[in-house]
Every structure is written in C-alpha cells, then in structure tokens.
Nanobody, 122 residues
C-alpha cells in the first residue's frame, strides 16, 4: 500500500501559477504510475495528467496541454504538478493517485490522497 498527501493548493488570479506536490509513503514509490485528477463542484472527477514509474511517458488532458507539467522524483517519493497560465475553469479539488500499472481511467487508480483545493479567480 501507499499513502498520499497533497499540498500546494490555494487561491490564485487567472494567469498565475501554482505547484502541487504529492508526498508518498509506504510501498516503494517507483512501483506506481501516478496521476493527478481534479473534481469541480457538480462535475465528475477527471484525469488531468499521468506519469509512468520512471517518468518515461506522460499524459495530459487536452484542457491542460501546454500549461501543466507533471514530474516525479522517485528518490524523494514525490510527484508534482506545475500549473501555469491558470484559468477560472481550472478551479477544482486536485487529487494525487497511484496505480500499479499505467492507466488513464479513474477506476484503475487504487490509492488516493485527500485532495487540495485550487481556486482561480477571474
């Protein structure tokens, strides 16, 4: 098992930047592919970005391509999401999640953090 704790959320103006971090503990971090999801009020949780065990492959939702960057540091057991050029529609609770294999579906992720709120004002 792995435990995940997100940090770095907050309030930012449109056009600004935030960096989310997720700290993992428990089983070997490099055993997991990692993803960042978000859920806005009244909407389903959606995958924003994902990264394979050693960072060789990444995925981005079309809505964040060119603005968000996912990265991981296996020696520090962390995965990060750098968010630039933020828009009001990026407002959501952001979740870090771990998957035993590289997947893009919510149901494939076995372990979840508690979430961190990101609010982008216009």
């Amino acid at each position: 098992q792995v435990q995940l704790v997100e940090s770095g959320g907050g309030l930012v103006q449109a056009g600004g930047s935030l960096r989310l971090s997720c700290a993992a503990s428990g089983r070997t971090f490099s055993s997991y592919c990692m993803g960042w999801f978000r859920q806005a009020p009244g909407k389903e949780r959606e995958l924003v970005a994902a990264i394979t065990r050693y960072g060789g492959r990444t995925y981005y939702a079309d809505s964040v391509k060119g603005r968000f960057t996912i990265s991981r540091h296996n020696a520090k057991n962390t995965v990060s999401l750098q968010m630039n050029s933020l828009k009001p529609e990026d407002t959501a609770v952001y979740y870090c999640a771990a998957d035993d294999s590289y997947g893009l579906a919510l149901s494939e992720y076995d372990y979840w953090g508690q979430g961190t709120q990101v609010t982008v004002s216009s």
